[in-house]
């Protein structure tokens, strides 16, 4: 029996693989086009996509654990509808579920509201089930990279109450521990959620002084402008997802992400090492 991995080969799914591979568990990938992307020998690779009732359960045989990751998309939630009831098809009790934080809070943001009811689905269904709920990724921040740089301007809109930004590595390492201890247990263990953060809570004033000081030159905060975010991003995606980028940048200024107490330590204690903060990928993007 082996673990399926879908959305293997995006920031989080690729690092999951990696990790699994490195501790030797059985690994197979779903990805549409296997001959662009390069995997270990020993990962097997299923081609399809999870709207692709043939490919998904062919390539749910023989899989005892699943990883679901499916990306904010018009259709996400009925990717995770169709997958989740496919793997119960299979006989599959074991899911690693990549949701989001405050998923059942955030309810009227369109991508928060879609995990949460993949969520109840996992729960009404008896699957055993970790649902990992990480804060925003640092790594979106390698998309204004370059703002910061040749502007002198950080434009997130992240707020001045707190946002405990994680690094996609730690979220695909605490999921790759998750896979392994529920694929290896004897029975399928219960449902359990972890909220995954970051080791500090961010304000866009602060994330501002991380740049400068890293740079040895002032960057500026944007500022607070949900509206601002949403037409700069309409001018390179499509108008609902500019739209629900502002409903989610209007809860971080408005609500923060702040993480519950201990938080920090479980996740350290989880992964025997300190997280990686946005401090240390400033320092290697200006490096």
Same mark, same amino acid.
């Given at each position: 029996?082996?673990?399926?991995?879908?959305?293997?080969?995006?920031?989080?799914?690729? /690092? +999951?693989?990696?990790?699994?591979?490195?501790?030797?568990?059985?690994?197979?990938?779903?990805?549409?086009d296997p001959?662009?992307?390069?995997?270990?020998p020993?990962?097997?690779?299923? %081609?399809?996509?999870?709207?692709?009732?043939?490919?998904?359960? !062919?390539?749910?045989?023989?899989?005892?654990?699943?990883?679901?990751? $499916?990306?904010?998309?018009?259709?996400?939630?009925?990717?995770?509808i169709?997958?989740? $009831?496919?793997?119960?098809?299979?006989?599959?009790?074991?899911?690693? #579920?990549?949701?989001?934080?405050?998923?059942?809070?955030?309810?009227? +943001?369109?991508?928060?509201?879609?995990?949460?009811?993949?969520?109840?689905?996992?729960?009404?269904?008896?699957?055993?089930?970790?649902?990992l709920? &990480?804060? #925003?990724?640092?790594?979106?921040?390698?998309?204004? %990279?370059?703002?910061?740089?040749?502007?002198?301007?950080?434009?997130?809109?992240?707020?001045? %109450?707190?946002?405990?930004?994680?690094?996609?590595?730690?979220?695909?390492?605490?999921?790759?521990?998750e896979?392994?201890?529920?694929?290896?247990?004897?029975?399928?263990?219960?449902?359990?959620?972890?909220?995954?953060?970051?080791?500090?809570? @961010?304000?866009?004033?602060?994330i501002?002084?991380?740049?400068?000081?890293?740079?040895g030159? &002032?960057?500026?905060?944007?500022?607070?402008?949900?509206? *601002?975010?949403?037409? $700069? @991003?309409?001018?390179?995606?499509?108008?609902?997802?500019? #739209?629900?980028?502002?409903?989610?940048?209007?809860?971080?200024?408005?609500? =923060?992400?702040?993480?519950?107490?201990?938080?920090?330590?479980?996740?350290?204690?989880?992964? =025997?090492?300190?997280? /990686?903060? #946005?401090? *240390?990928?400033? !320092?290697?993007?200006?490096?």
């Amino acid at each position: 029996m082996t673990i399926l991995v879908t959305g293997a080969t995006g920031r989080v799914g690729r /690092h +999951v693989v990696e990790q699994l591979v490195q501790r030797g568990a059985p690994v197979r990938v779903l990805t549409r086009d296997p001959s662009k992307v390069a995997f270990p020998p020993e990962v097997d690779v299923a %081609k399809g996509d999870l709207l692709d009732l043939d490919a998904m359960r !062919s390539a749910l045989q023989g899989v005892s654990t699943l990883f679901l990751l $499916n990306a904010v998309t018009g259709d996400e939630f009925t990717q995770a509808i169709v997958t989740l $009831n496919l793997a119960r098809e299979a006989g599959i009790e074991r899911v690693v #579920y990549l949701s989001v934080i405050q998923a059942d809070r955030f309810v009227n +943001v369109p991508h928060f509201a879609v995990k949460y009811g993949a969520e109840r689905m996992l729960e009404q269904m008896g699957f055993g089930a970790t649902i990992l709920r &990480p804060t #925003y990724f640092i790594d979106n921040d390698l998309t204004i %990279k370059d703002v910061v740089l040749q502007h002198g301007v950080y434009p997130m809109p992240i707020g001045s %109450k707190g946002v405990a930004m994680v690094d996609a590595r730690d979220i695909a390492e605490v999921a790759a521990l998750e896979l392994i201890r529920r694929h290896e247990a004897p029975t399928a263990l219960p449902l359990e959620i972890i909220d995954v953060v970051g080791p500090d809570t @961010l304000t866009g004033e602060g994330i501002a002084a991380i740049w400068s000081d890293a740079l040895g030159r &002032p960057v500026a905060y944007g500022g607070d402008d949900p509206s *601002g975010f949403e037409q $700069n @991003l309409g001018t390179f995606m499509p108008a609902w997802m500019a #739209y629900e980028m502002r409903l989610m940048v209007e809860r971080y200024v408005g609500d =923060g992400t702040i993480p519950e107490e201990g938080d920090v330590e479980r996740l350290t204690a989880m992964l =025997g090492r300190p997280l /990686h903060s #946005y401090r *240390g990928f400033v !320092s290697e993007i200006v490096a």
